[in-house]
């Protein structure tokens, strides 16, 4: 997930035009992507990613990253967190409306890698209140953005964490992951 500096995911409107992208980081989350066959959204991003990603490789002037990245996602399997979807009926994707807890164990007890959580700061705060995030990969952006959408939200408890990886990039931009010592 990329962060600014003070914490914020997004711009006060949703705006993420601050995010420093470039090949260079292109290239190695596609490499930690190709790790994974989970990808877990909130519904807005969800809407978001499918209104793109299925059919980016399809465009006469697709990029490198849209042409890699749209393959993995047609079947990456999708995890959706959803009230107003429930029932839906979607290929290669699970719509969790309920019973939040017990259905992200579940899926994390199944064969496979990881779950990487894309965006979603909704969906990301209602996690992290289910302490359901084992593990923390952020870019951090180097920009203070002094109001937006914020990471951590009504954090009431110290979560303890291990750093697991350190990079820079030439953008500036840095990562940092952590995983949580649980």
Excluded at 46 to 55: A, C, L, Q, R
């Amino acid at each position: 997930m990329h962060i600014s500096l003070d914490g914020f995911v997004a711009g006060p409107n949703g705006e993420m035009n601050w995010i420093k992208i470039d090949q260079e980081l292109f290239d190695h989350i596609e490499k930690r992507i190709g790790e994974t066959d989970t990808a877990l959204y909130g519904r807005v991003t969800y809407d978001m990613m499918e209104s793109y990603w299925p059919t980016a490789a399809d465009k006469p002037n697709a990029s490198k990253h849209d042409i890699v990245h749209s393959k993995w996602y047609k079947h990456a399997h999708k995890l959706v967190l959803s009230k107003t979807m429930k029932g839906a009926d979607l290929p290669n994707t699970t719509i969790i409306s309920d019973n939040l807890a017990d259905s992200i164990n579940e899926i994390k007890q199944q064969d496979g890698a990881d779950i990487l959580l894309f965006g979603s700061p909704t969906a990301t705060h209602t996690l992290i209140k289910e302490n359901l995030i084992d593990g923390y990969w952020l870019f951090v952006n180097p920009i203070i953005l002094g109001e937006g959408i914020p990471l951590f939200v009504d954090t009431k408890q110290k979560v303890k964490l291990n750093l697991s990886a350190t990079r820079q990039f030439t953008s500036g931009v840095v990562e940092v992951g952590y995983t949580v010592d649980k």
